[in-house]
T-cell receptor, first 114, second 113 residues
Framework: GQQVMQIPQYQHVQEGEDFTTYCNSSTTLSNIQWYKQRPGGHPVFLIQLVKSGEVKKQKRLTFQFGEAKKNSSLHITATQTTDVGTYFCAGLRLGSGNTGKLIFGQGTTLQVKP | ETGVTQSPTHLIKTRGQQVTLRCSSQSGHNTVSWYQQALGQGPQFIFQYYREEENGRGNFPPRFSGLQFPNYSSELNVNALLLGDSALYLC????????????FGPGTRLTVL
C-alpha cells in the first residue's frame, strides 16, 4: 500500500539554527499537507501543497512539493523554542467515492535548546 | 481552535469492553474522518463519513464501526477492546467532501487495561 516516509525521526537544534524535515511517498500524491503537534496536543494544520514544484512560505517556515509530487520538505529558519513539537507530513490519497484519506508520515520531533 | 470537539477527553476501559467516542464537526463541514494515533506514531486512517455514509475505510477490523448523524456529528464505536487499542483517537472534519483541508479535534485518549 501507499507509504509516506519521513526523516529524521528526531532533531535537536540550538535555538537560532535551521531545521529541515523530509517526506517521501512511494506513489504520486494528490496533495500534501503539513501538521504540527505539540506534546499532549493534537495535529494542527499548517499548510497544503497541491501543484508540482510548489513552494510556500509562512514567516520562517518554507514548504516545498517536489516536481514528481512524491516528496516534500519543511524548512524552518532560525528556530525558536516555540517551534518545539512533532511535524507530520500527510499525503492525500483519493479513493473510490472521492474518499480522501490522509496517509501520515511518522513525524519528526523537533527539540530546540535555548 | 478548529471548532471540532470530541468527548470524552480521556477514557479507561478493560479488555473485552465496548467504547463509544463522539465528535462534533466544525460548522459547515459535512465530512468526518477518524484516525488512531498510537504513542510516538503518526495518525492512522480508520474511516471517513460523508453525508451519513461510510466513504472509505482503512486497515481496521470490523470491531471498529461508526455513524454520522444528520447534523454531521459522528461516533466511533469499538467492540471487544484489546490492549493494543490504547491510543489517541482523533476526528477531523472537512467541508467539501474529501479533498478539503481536514481540521482535527483535540482527541480522546483511550487506555485499555
Amino acid at each position: 500500500g501507499q507509504q509516506v516516509m519521513q526523516i529524521p525521526q528526531y532533531q535537536h537544534v540550538q535555538e537560532g539554527e535551521d531545521f529541515t524535515t523530509y517526506c517521501n511517498s512511494s506513489t504520486t500524491l494528490s496533495n500534501i499537507q503539513w501538521y504540527k503537534q505539540r506534546p499532549g496536543g493534537h495535529p494542527v494544520f499548517l499548510i497544503q501543497l497541491v501543484k508540482s514544484g510548489e513552494v510556500k512560505k509562512q514567516k520562517r517556515l518554507t514548504f516545498q512539493f517536489g516536481e514528481a509530487k512524491k516528496n516534500s520538505s519543511l524548512h524552518i529558519t532560525a528556530t525558536q523554542t516555540t517551534d518545539v513539537g512533532t511535524y507530520f507530513c500527510a499525503g492525500l490519497r483519493l479513493g473510490s467515492g472521492n474518499t480522501g484519506k490522509l496517509i501520515f508520515g511518522q513525524g519528526t520531533t523537533l527539540q530546540v535548546k535555548p | 481552535e478548529t471548532g471540532v470537539t470530541q468527548s470524552p477527553t480521556h477514557l479507561i476501559k478493560t479488555r473485552g469492553q465496548q467504547v463509544t467516542l463522539r465528535c462534533s464537526s466544525q460548522s459547515g463541514h459535512n465530512t468526518v474522518s477518524w484516525y488512531q494515533q498510537a504513542l510516538g506514531q503518526g495518525p492512522q486512517f480508520i474511516f471517513q463519513y460523508y453525508r451519513e455514509e461510510e466513504n472509505g475505510r482503512g486497515n481496521f477490523p470490523p470491531r471498529f464501526s461508526g455513524l454520522q448523524f444528520p447534523n454531521y456529528s459522528s461516533e466511533l464505536n469499538v467492540n471487544a477492546l484489546l490492549l493494543g487499542d490504547s491510543a489517541l483517537y482523533l476526528c477531523a472534519s472537512s467541508a467539501l467532501g474529501s479533498t478539503d483541508t481536514q481540521y482535527f479535534g483535540p482527541g480522546t485518549r483511550l487506555t485499555v487495561l
